[in-house]
């Protein structure tokens, strides 16, 4: 079964701080998807990345950066920098390869950024 | 900009009641899902549609259906609402294109009370 665990309910953290959101998955799939999304206060989730399971290759998107390792079946979030704007609920998610559809999400790192 | 719409932000209904939730897309793509989201539980798919007319059952589907009669449109019914339906309900759609597989774009919820 695929299952996706944030551990972090909730984040607090003061501007210009750095924070790690964790995302840890469990899947039997050698082919499959992870992604991020973001929920700011105004409720529409929006794409951050997706990364597929045969490319490991950290990505650094200005302050955003993903750190993806399969060994430990993690797909870790990182703000650098922190901004009172990226205030908001940060999905983890996991979908099957093979054409399939169905996307499992965690249960969302809420995060606090204050100014 | 590409958009998802849904009919409305804000729903009350009364126990019993028949309620319609209606979400459109413009972006032509062909899938569409329905999640309902609450606190802790993150997003749970409750039904999916890969094509007009086709519809699969995700992972919570009972008391609910669906109704997909043209490609931008995705309709989700609640048969007879009951108070444990009281929810946020997202709407998504994505492409079959496989360079954008399982990226999905979300409307803004519409926030059901059933009292």
């Known amino acids: 079964a695929q299952k996706v665990t944030q551990a972090q309910t909730e984040i607090s953290v003061v501007e210009k701080e750095d924070v790690t959101l964790d995302c840890v998955y469990e899947?039997?799939?050698?082919?499959?998807?992870l992604f991020w999304y973001k929920q700011p206060p105004s409720g529409e989730l929006v794409f951050l990345i997706r990364?597929?399971?045969?490319?490991?290759q950290n990505e650094i998107s200005g302050r955003y950066s993903w750190n993806f390792q399969k060994s430990t079946s993690s797909f870790n979030f990182t703000i650098t920098a922190s901004q009172v704007v990226d205030s908001a609920v940060y999905f983890c998610?996991?979908?099957?390869?093979?054409?399939?559809?169905?996307?499992?999400f965690g249960a969302g790192t809420r995060l606090f950024v204050k100014a | 900009d590409v958009k998802v719409t849904q009919s409305s932000r804000y729903l009350v209904k009364r126990t019993g009641e028949k309620v319609f939730l209606e979400c459109v897309q413009d972006?032509?793509?062909?899938?569409m899902f329905w999640y309902r989201q609450d606190p802790g539980l993150g997003l749970r798919l409750i039904y999916f549609?890969?094509?007009?007319?086709?519809?699969e059952k995700g992972d919570i589907p009972e008391g609910y259906s669906v109704s997909r009669e043209k490609k931008e449109r995705f309709s989700l019914i609640l048969e007879s609402a009951s108070t444990n339906q009281t929810s946020m309900y997202l709407c998504?759609?994505?492409?079959?294109?496989?360079?954008?597989?399982?990226?999905?774009?979300f409307g803004p919820g519409t926030r059901l009370t059933v009292l």
């Open positions: 998504a759609s994505s492409t079959a294109a496989s360079e954008r597989v399982n990226e999905q774009f």
């Open positions: 899947t039997r799939d050698t082919t499959y998807y």
């Open positions: 990364r597929n399971s045969f490319d490991e």
């Open positions: 998610a996991l979908s099957e390869g093979g054409g399939g559809f169905k996307t499992i």
């Open positions: 972006m032509d793509h062909e899938n």
């Open positions: 549609s890969y094509d007009v007319k086709m519809k």
